[in-house]
């Protein structure tokens, strides 16, 4: 701020206001003007660009419900449809359609039944019919799969496929129609959608395929819940089965997959929600090839390929499937095994699936809402899963349900499961569904049989676990794919072209574009015009890593130095020198690449230009040619135009009855002893300038004086915490070497000193406000380390009250719970930002202490905070002091601006971090560290080009730990283009998913958590409808089918709407939902990925030079023999299995017996075998990859502990009502079928 | 006269009192018309080594509002062991432990020698004696180094078990606790928030908020003082307190350019009130405020820190232009009252070149019997030999304080007291002895004097309200009993009691005796006190005028003249003193603000109203000595005349002791005479003075400003400015006379003065 108001033109932050004000914005117009226009007089201008209002989410996300872009999209995208790529043509889709159809049909059936409990039902349906087929999708389909995808990889032509496939759900509707009213509306696809469940089916079910894919689904279903409850396998099978049934058989395995969780999602109609929910639809031809060469993937990937594919699949699928049919035989028989049904529904499925399947589905849509509700949101789940199965299955084949007759074919079981299983609940529910079923019955014959598979749903909950898996885009498949073609360095010269997956190793060659590590975009081809941008509903956002740790081989950004006048900047929009300016006259100007306009070269920056039109120099000058660098910023750039001096940091320790009991007093004093050796420097060779004081208080405040002449400290305590003041100047804040003496004795008897303290209360206003005015005194930027127990009842400013109220949970004033109780702290951080006082909060607490306002000044400073709840100084003293250590040390900015400047066209509009911002274009950080992450998004305000592409680039201006004054510059671009296709070809999930949470997590504070669960999905299921809409071939609607790139969007999703911030289970405290929501707020693309999809890793054999493949988050996966890790950023479990191998155990714990583990331990004991070894280094690794230390957990199969690392099996449904994957994926198909139509 | 004049010695030597009449007249009418009023010196503790207290307690008059003490002048029937109340006239059995006294075995205090009589009270807890340091820290440095040794050197001067506490302030205030090892702790205040004493008390932990609300106000204070970390014994606290006060450093908040440093004088004050009252209150305690310049911010602030923005002078006062004035000077008088409620006195050392706003700050001490001491600097032997007197001992070896002091009149019948002047506060108890008429702090019979010394007097006013058709029966005898409860420096409580008789004398027959009963030294010094004690609430010349007027009045009333006739205007040997005194009271310092600073007024005038009578009369009317050749050294008139070059002059002001040399002597003593053997007798008298100025200084609190100077010397304006103006410029040749040294004046000189007392004394229209 200072510095912006003090630099006048030179400098841009200084100046933005006046700057922005001046002419340069103001002819720009377009967005920009707008948005600068508020610093100067144009204020009007901006008030009306109000971003926020734009921004808001919820009117963004309104508007794409409403929009129903869908159609709009539909009719653009088709063309894009190949988008994916491949431009395959749909071409092939006709074929492959039919099959994905019925897949999608699943799916369809599975979003229709978005409402909870029609999802349900659907699921387990899907499950049960997809399982089957997933079952045997995965099993052979996967080597099917793989062959055909193989050839196929063509992503265009998975693509295609998933195109098809979804066409193929057109013909679903003839299902429709069976379901209900609505099915028959195949036409109607839309009227289905609403109908949900109906008109998708309507769709899958009038082609040709449709019957097929419904049959499928149909025989997948029955297969996979007969299947499903008895051998979970089978699933595979039961996907083989429904593979055979042709390409659209493959993806109904693939559905399948899903299902499992879900249940009755029958297989079949799941099989079909699921892929593409997942990968299947659109991802289908890349993710086919990818994900099906895995298992279960492979049928998901291979429905995404769809569009290239569908030929490709049709044929190749068909066959592979058919191949892999063979096995669905089996499988069915399998389900059989376990459902009478069975044998019926394998046969049944190739055929019939198609139509089966279907009429399940649209049942299950029907019945979903009524028990969808339930699943998503909540308890109902369970129910409504098994019902849902049930009624998915139903719905599915309930078409075929009606068919339930047919079910004497292969669904004829299932209808009878389902009718004695899931009917009476489902049936009540989804009565609707039933009707249609009836319908679909006559409609689909063959679905009589699937709808018999179907029946199995009641079995189907089993069953759907089985169905699963393998056959839904997988999260691990996906990302082995991106290690295994990641092995060239990346290099950012190309514009546009999207990094590796932040899980992957690579090494990142910086050539014009800030490196991945420093930004990540949602969409690296963003979408020339606004329309575009709200028909997709893809969220433009960048998440920026400013100060971002680089790894050892690659190189810091550089220094520059443009001497006393400081950096050259162009003179309208103030950007910095960068490559994208554009010198012309010979080298005597400059154009910016922002904003166009035409720069003078200072004389001592004048370079001649080369035949290229290039500067001679350009590749001597880091700001010329990188992309990310740093300039020397002169004494404009400060506050008060006066060069900073070096920042303190002050240790403020609580010393009340529970800080001293836990010990926590004495950890830390004893820590910093050694810690304070350690503080930032930039130089390793020379002593830190960075400056210590230490606080301690209860409800008052005591503060040292360790002044390096005094014999003894001198401790003043200040009682009047109600008119904080700073006792002492001199001698508070001193060089830790020179004082080093009397630290330490400081250090020493301040355990001795409140070792028999009986005060219980705290303050904590003005604790912040000590610190804050001990570096207003020493007149520095600085860090608080604040180490606190309890909520701060003592009579002080900021006073708090408990508030915790259960009760309040799920209602409208939950989101009260997240803003922060009392004023005070807002205030407090806005004086904290302005005098550079960033606050790092550490708290120990044994009970509520109310984080969300404890929280606020940590937050508006960039500061963090950490939360050790009942701490003991046993267990948790490694994870606090690792926590210690790395927060001290590590690098950090001060009193930082940071200013995202944009290309014409678009321009920032919403940033979502940790930090404090006064106007609209200034993100004012006090201090930055290198793990903290801003995520930005950006909105059009005119349109792009083409050729030009966006830019982007992020300054950030502040104060080093050395104290020197410096600018961070990251310069980003990205292409734009005008056919949506492009637009799904380059996106990240991964950074999608980080800024959906950030957005939703900022949203709970203004409304209800299920208003914004809806939002989240609503959009999701925007931005996919869109894609099938327009990307995907135009045949079917009731087909899922999902980007390649986004085909993990909806397992993502789902993981960030099952998280404890939003869909909070019973024992999730309010302070956990708080501290989770602010901590994520500021986490990168690699921390929020681990964080929403752990990585859970199988520990029978270590490789030394490798580690193990993971598996997929889910309790299937786990295998009673084994034993596993798993880790989430924030927590690292050791699952050991109850019948895990003796030498396992020896290896690892060297005991010989399951029982004697400790559950208790935190560390693993040091043995020295080299499974041992090993796994103790990975564990290593894992927490120095990570921001926060994770302390280890031993869980024993079957012990209370289970229960804590279920919570983390994040495709699993979860205690708190969190729907399973195959669940959502339903759903989420659903929730497309019904914006499609 | 003589008579009257060993009666005066014997009593002022016997009881510490000096009455202006020595006969009393014996109606209102008749006292009015005496112009001075029935009044008295009186000396509480006076030293009476030769008067060792008694071990029991008084006997008291059993009636209600009566409660006077069995004194020598009580009627007593032995065989009924009845006693009669000589002010109340009940008659009261004796205790039943004065059940065997007998015309031949009489207690103590009925025999006419003790008409004072101290009683040691066994009963109640005796308290330790309590002294609080508050320190400024905004000081030069070498300024805080000798006031840092001072106070280092002060605590070996303490009774083992007396309490030490220590607060320093500068921009801060920090409260010292002394009970810790290792860390020094303080508590540290803001400099400008005013905090009530229970927020103090909060603060610093001495209270429970939630324990104070349950148990009721009184227990807690005495929990607190238990564990009070602030204040602690010496002999544990000793090397402790020494190494904290050597390690003082000066304020560290830096002081721009044309800034004086941030000063919380008036917190700083609150927390060592607020302190004491948690802990302590009502026990003898002694805040000693060290200060080195004026309270800069906060409340009690006297002057801002603006350096541009000089402080208030007497000038601004009067122009109403001193902003902080009337605000700081509140405060300080509230913040005195609380502390005189609680028995604690608080003592004031400024040491600065400027002022420091003893102005607003001298109630603290006037209300609390605390002493306040101005000086140039703490590194001066003026403050470090003064801060050393304050610790000084009797003959008992026991510290020449009392503290929380509570002094009661008591009269008979025909009289009423209206009232006191000196380092006491109202206690507001009425009785049938208080007058309405109120002269000085009136309106009670009881006054508190939260500190007392030997010297401490003050100024008792009565007033006569027999009527004049009934008058006293011949021989009648009017009483006053003081009756003075205490707490002595060896932390016993005490009681002493003095009863004082006069005769009644009816003012148409007797009035040559009266008038040869008058004491014109206690007169002037009463008078004195009443101008004072006008002067602090009005403007200088309205003083001045009531003061001649009283003048003229009691000439016209005394003096023996022929009207219109100044030349025959005489005055009785009795009164003859009496005008010279009133005119050097009009030049004095206490009544003329000219040359004076608002602060050292009220240093001057804070003096003043406690010293004893011959102090006093110092102070009224300089003592000059002279030194010659020409004979022993002899006192001379205080008057130009006496200044003389072959002569050294000793002047005593009590608050500068200055040594002039002629200009004779002073050319001697340059030339280095008093070097050579020869002139031995030169240099003794040159000693001579020294020795004698030695000897002052020896006794005098606080120590006089120590001044040597000769004819010519800058500094001989002390001595210029003191003696009566006999030769100007303006009658030099006049007179011309070829002794003595002109003045540079438009003063008048006492002959001048005396010439228009003439004049208007016997002009029948004054």
Same mark, same amino acid.
């Given at each position: ?1237 | ?282 026990? !003898?305690?002694? &805040?000693? %405020?060290?200060?080195? /310049? @004026? ?5 009690? =602030?006297? +002057? $801002? ?116 002047? !000196?380092?006491? &506060?109202? %206690?507001?108890?009425? /009785? @049938? ?5 109120? =002269?000085? +702090? $009136? ?324």
């Amino acid at each position: 701020m200072n510095v912006n108001q003090h630099t006048p033109m030179a400098s841009p932050y200084g100046q933005p206001q006046p700057g922005y004000g001046q002419p340069g914005y103001a002819p720009l117009d377009g967005g920009y003007p707008a948005p600068y226009a508020p610093y100067n007089g144009p204020t009007s201008a901006y008030q009306p660009g109000a971003p926020p209002q734009g921004y808001s989410p919820f009117t963004s996300f309104p508007s794409k419900a409403v929009a129903a872009n869908p159609v709009s999209d539909l009719s653009s995208p088709l063309d894009l449809g190949p988008v994916r790529g491949p431009p395959v043509s749909g071409a092939p889709p006709v074929s492959a359609p039919q099959p994905y159809n019925q897949y999608s049909h699943s799916q369809g059936e599975m979003q229709n039944g978005p409402p909870p409990m029609t999802q349900a039902p659907p699921r387990p349906a899907v499950s049960q019919s997809y399982n089957p087929a997933g079952m045997n999708m995965t099993g052979p389909p996967h080597p099917s799969y793989p062959q055909h995808y193989g050839p196929p990889p063509t992503m265009q032509q998975v693509t295609n496929q998933m195109t098809g496939m979804q066409i193929n759900s057109g013909p679903p509707t003839p299902a429709g129609p069976g379901y209900a009213p609505p099915n028959s509306s195949q036409p109607p696809v839309s009227t289905a959608y609403t109908a949900a469940p109906p008109t998708s089916y309507a769709q899958g079910p009038p082609p040709a395929s449709s019957a097929p894919t419904q049959p499928p689904p149909p025989s997948g279903p029955a297969a996979p819940q007969q299947y499903y409850g008895g051998p979970s396998p089978p699933s595979q099978q039961p996907f083989n089965s429904s593979l055979p049934p042709t390409s659209q058989q493959q993806f109904t395995s693939s559905a399948p997959a899903p299902p499992p969780s879900q249940q009755t999602f029958p297989p079949s109609s799941y099989s079909g929600p699921m892929p593409p929910a997942s990968q299947a639809p659109a991802p289908p031809v890349s993710q086919p090839q990818q994900s099906f060469p895995p298992p279960a993937q492979p049928p998901f990937s291979a429905p995404p390929p769809p569009a290239s594919q569908p030929p490709a699949f049709a044929p190749g699928p068909p066959l592979q499937n058919q191949g892999s049919f063979p096995p669905r035989g089996p499988p069915p028989s399998s389900q059989p095994g376990s459902f009478p049904p069975p044998g019926p529904p394998p046969g049944p499925p190739p055929t019939s699936l198609s139509s089966g399947p279907y009429p399940g589905q649209m049942p299950p849509q029907q019945h979903p809402p009524p028990s969808q509700p339930s699943p998503y949101h909540s308890g109902p789940p369970p129910p409504g899963v098994q019902m849902p199965p049930t009624s998915m299955a139903q719905s599915n084949h309930l078409p075929p349900g009606p068919p339930g007759p047919p079910g004497p074919m292969q669904q004829p079981p299932p209808q009878p499961g389902m009718p004695g299983g899931f009917p009476p609940q489902q049936n009540g529910a989804f009565g609707q569904v039933r009707g249609p079923q009836p319908g679909y019955a006559g409609p689909y014959p063959g679905q009589p049989n699937y709808g018999a598979p179907a029946p199995a749903p009641a079995p189907a909950a089993p069953a759907q676990k089985r169905l699963d898996p393998d056959a839904i885009p997988s999260p691990i498949q996906v990302i082995e794919d991106d290690r295994a073609k990641s092995t060239e360095p990346f290099t950012t010269g190309v514009r546009g072209q999207a990094p590796p997956l932040v899980t992957t190793n690579f090494q990142v060659k910086d050539q014009g574009n800030a490196s991945p590590r420093f930004i990540r975009c949602t969409a690296y081809n963003i979408p020339c015009t606004a329309d575009m941008a709200k028909q997709s509903q893809v969220p433009l956002a960048a998440v920026i890593k400013p100060l971002a740790t680089l790894p050892p081989d690659e190189i810091p950004p550089y220094l520059v130095d443009h001497g006393e006048s400081g950096p050259i900047r162009c003179n309208r929009c103030k950007a910095y020198m960068c490559p994208y300016m554009q010198f012309i006259e010979g080298g005597r100007r400059f154009q910016c690449g922002f904003c166009s306009c035409v720069t003078e070269v200072p004389p001592h920056y004048f370079q001649h230009l080369d035949h290229t039109g290039k500067r001679m120099d350009c590749y001597d000058r880091p700001e010329l040619s990188l992309g990310s660098y740093e300039f020397l910023a002169t004494v404009d750039y400060c506050k008060n135009n006066k060069l900073p001096q070096p920042p303190a940091f002050i240790f403020l320790i609580d010393v009340s009855y529970n800080a001293v009991k836990s010990g926590m007093v004495n950890i830390v004093c004893e820590e910093l002893k050694t810690l304070l050796d350690y503080l930032p420097r930039e130089n390793p060779e020379m002593d830190s300038v960075v400056r210590v004081g230490f606080v301690t208080y209860n409800k008052v405040m005591h503060f040292y004086n360790v002044k390096s002449s005094l014999a003894q400290p001198q401790m003043l305590v200040v009682s009047d915490v109600s008119d904080m003041f700073v006792p002492l100047l001199d001698g508070f804040l001193v060089n830790v070497n020179e004082s080093r003496q009397v630290i330490e004795s400081l250090l020493d008897q301040i355990p001795e000193m409140f070792a028999d303290t009986r005060e219980t209360e705290t303050v904590f206003g003005p604790v912040i406000q000590a610190g804050l005015e001990a570096l207003k005194a020493a007149d520095c930027a600085g860090k608080l380390f604040v180490f606190h127990t309890s909520l701060p009842i003592a009579e002080a400013p900021g006073k708090l009250k408990n508030r915790e109220d259960k009760k309040l949970i799920g209602t409208d004033k939950e989101k009260s719970l997240f803003q922060p109780q009392v004023g005070f702290y807002n205030t407090l951080a806005k004086e904290c930002v302005a005098q550079g006082c960033c606050v790092d909060l550490f708290l120990f607490p044994n009970g509520y202490v109310d984080v969300a306002t404890l929280g606020v000044v940590p937050v508006s400073t960039g500061g963090s905070v950490y939360k050790y709840t009942y701490f003991q100084a046993q267990s948790d003293r490694e994870r606090f002091l690792n926590d210690l250590r790395r927060d001290v040390q590590k690098l950090v900015g001060f009193d930082a601006v940071m200013r995202v400047r944009t290309s014409t066209g678009v321009r920032a509009t919403d940033f979502f971090g940790s930090f404090f911002m006064s106007n609209t274009t200034d993100v004012e950080l006090a201090g930055l560290d290198c793990d903290k992450a801003i995520t930005v998004e950006l909105k059009h305000d005119d349109k792009l080009s083409e050729e030009t592409g966006a830019l982007m680039q992020c300054a950030v201006l502040y104060t080093s730990c050395s104290g020197q004054r410096r600018l961070r510059i990251h310069n980003m671009a990205v292409n734009c283009c005008s056919q949506l296709a492009d637009l799904y070809r380059n996106c990240e999930t991964d950074t999608i998913i980080n800024f959906f949470s950030k957005y939703a997590f900022r949203g709970i504070l203004n409304s209800p958590t299920k208003a914004v669960r809806d939002t989240l999905i609503n959009q999701c299921a925007q931005i996919l409808a869109c894609y099938r809409k327009n990307c995907a071939s135009p045949s079917s609607a009731g087909q899922l089918i999902l980007p390649e790139c986004m085909k993990l969007l909806p397992v993502y999703l789902n993981c960030v709407l099952k998280g404890d911030v939003l869909l909070p289970g019973a024992d999730v405290s309010l302070d956990d939902r708080a501290y989770l929501r602010q901590l994520i707020s500021c986490m990168d693309v690699s921390e929020s990925h681990v964080f929403f999809y752990p990585r859970l890793l199988p520990l029978t054999k270590l490789e030394s030079d490798s580690l193990p493949v993971a598996v997929r988050d889910s309790e299937e996966r786990l295998s009673k023999g084994g034993v596993y890790l798993l880790e989430t950023g924030l927590h690292l479990f050791l699952w050991v299995g109850a019948s895990v191998q003796q030498e396992l155990l020896l290896n690892i714990f060297g005991t010989p017996s399951f029982s004697q583990i400790d559950p208790s331990m935190t560390s693993l004991p040091v043995l020295d075998n080299p499974f041992s070894q090993r796994l103790r280094e990975i564990i290593d690794s894992f927490r120095a990859e990570r921001s926060r230390y994770m302390k280890l957990m031993v869980v024993k199969q079957e012990d209370k502990t289970e229960l804590i690392f279920r919570h983390f099996l994040v495709e699993d449904k979860s205690a708190s009502g969190g729907a399973s994957y195959v669940d959502f994926l339903c759903h989420m198909h659903k929730e497309i079928r019904q914006l499609l139509s | 006269m003589s008579t009257y004049q060993e009666f005066i010695q014997q009593n002022e030597d016997r009881d510490g009192v000096r009455f202006s009449w020595n006969l009393w007249p014996s109606s209102r009418l008749e006292a009015t018309r005496l112009v001075v009023p029935v009044s008295c010196l009186f000396t509480p503790l006076k030293e009476r080594p030769d008067l060792p207290p008694v071990q029991y307690e008084p006997v008291l008059c059993s009636r209600a509002n009566c409660k006077a003490v069995l004194n020598p002048l009580c009627q007593v029937d032995f065989r009924a062991k009845i006693w009669a109340c000589n002010f109340c006239f009940q008659r009261n059995p004796f205790p039943p432990s004065y059940a065997g006294i007998s015309e031949v075995n009489q207690p103590a205090e009925l025999m006419p020698q003790f008409s004072t009589i101290e009683y040691i009270v066994q009963r109640g807890p005796s308290a330790p004696l309590i002294f609080l340091y508050v320190v400024d820290t905004c000081l030069e440095e070498e300024d805080l180094q000798a006031l840092k040794e001072s106070l280092q050197m002060s605590l070996s001067l303490l009774p083992p078990n007396a309490l030490v506490g220590l607060i320093t302030f500068g921009r801060m205030v920090q409260v010292h606790e002394l009970s810790c090892e290792g860390i020094a702790k303080s508590y540290v205040f803001r400099g400008t928030k005013d905090l009530t004493s229970k927020q103090i008390q909060e603060m610093l932990g001495l209270t429970k908020p939630g324990a104070a609300a349950q148990q009721g106000r009184q227990p807690v204070p005495q929990e607190a003082a238990a564990s009070c970390k602030f204040l602690q014994p010496v002999h544990r606290v000793d090397m402790n307190l020494t190494d904290l006060l050597g390690e003082l450093q000066r304020d560290p908040w830096p002081v721009t350019q044309g800034k004086r440093p941030l000063r919380s004088t008036g917190v700083a004050l609150s927390v060592a009130v607020g302190l004491l009252e948690g802990t302590y209150p009502n026990t !003898g305690a002694r &805040v000693m %405020l060290f200060i080195g /310049g @004026p309270p800069t911010q906060g409340p009690g =602030m006297v +002057v $801002g820190d603006e350096l541009k923005t000089p402080i208030r002078s007497w000038h601004d006062i009067q122009k109403d232009n001193a902003r902080h004035l009337k605000k700081a000077t509140k405060y300080y008088e509230a913040m005195a009252n609380r502390s005189a409620v609680n028995g604690h006195c608080i003592d004031i050392y400024a040491c600065a070149l400027d002022q420091t706003g003893l102005l607003e700050m001298k109630c603290l001490s006037n209300l609390t019997g605390g002493h306040i001491v101005m000086g140039d600097s703490f590194n001066t032997s003026l403050f470090k030999q003064t801060f050393q007197r304050v610790f000084s001992k009797d003959y008992n070896g026991d510290f020449r304080m009392a503290f929380g002091g509570v002094m009661e009149v008591k009269t008979s019948r025909e009289l009423k007291v209206c009232g006191a002047i !000196g380092p006491c &506060v109202s %206690l507001n108890s009425k /009785g @049938p002895c208080v007058s309405e008429n109120e =002269m000085g +702090v $009136g309106g009670t019979s009881q006054w508190k004097m939260c500190n007392l010394n030997p010297s401490s007097t003050l100024g008792m006013f009565f007033e006569v309200v027999n009527q004049h058709n009934a008058p006293v029966p011949q021989g009648g005898r009017g009483v006053i009993q003081f009756i003075t409860q205490y707490q002595h420096s060896n932390t016993q409580r005490r009681i002493r009691v003095s009863t004082i008789a006069r005769n009644w004398a009816d003012a148409q027959s007797q009035i040559q005796h009266i008038e040869s009963s008058f004491d014109q030294e206690a007169a002037a010094v009463l008078m004195a006190r009443l101008g004072v004690f006008r002067a602090e609430s009005e403007e200088g010349p309205d003083v001045l005028r009531w003061l001649d007027r009283q003048l003229i009045r009691l000439c016209q009333k005394f003096g023996q003249f022929n009207k219109e006739d100044p030349t025959s205007f005489r005055l009785s040997e009795s009164l003859s003193l009496y005008p010279q005194f009133m005119f050097h009271l009009r030049r004095s310092p206490f009544l003329q603000v000219f040359n004076n600073s608002p602060d050292e007024s009220s240093y001057y005038r804070h003096h003043f109203v406690r010293q004893d009578l011959t102090q006093s009369l110092i102070m009224i009317q300089p003592i000059l000595y002279s030194y010659s050749f020409h004979g022993p050294p002899e006192p001379v008139l205080l008057d130009s005349s006496s200044i003389l070059p072959d002569r050294i002059l000793l002047m005593d002001t009590f608050f500068q002791l200055v040594i002039f040399h002629g200009e004779t002597i002073a050319q001697w003593r340059k030339a280095g005479y008093q070097e050579m053997a020869e002139y031995e007798n030169f240099k003794q008298l040159l000693q001579a003075p020294l020795d004698d100025a030695q000897e002052i200084l020896q006794t005098r609190f606080p120590m006089p400003r120590y001044i040597d100077t000769e004819h010519g010397g800058s500094q001989a304006r002390f001595l210029l400015s003191k003696v009566n103006p006999s030769q100007t410029h303006n009658n030099l040749y006049t007179w011309g006379q070829e002794t003595g040294a002109p003045i540079l004046t438009d003063d008048v000189s006492l002959q001048v003065f005396m010439d228009h007392l003439k004049k208007l004394a016997v002009s029948s229209s004054a």
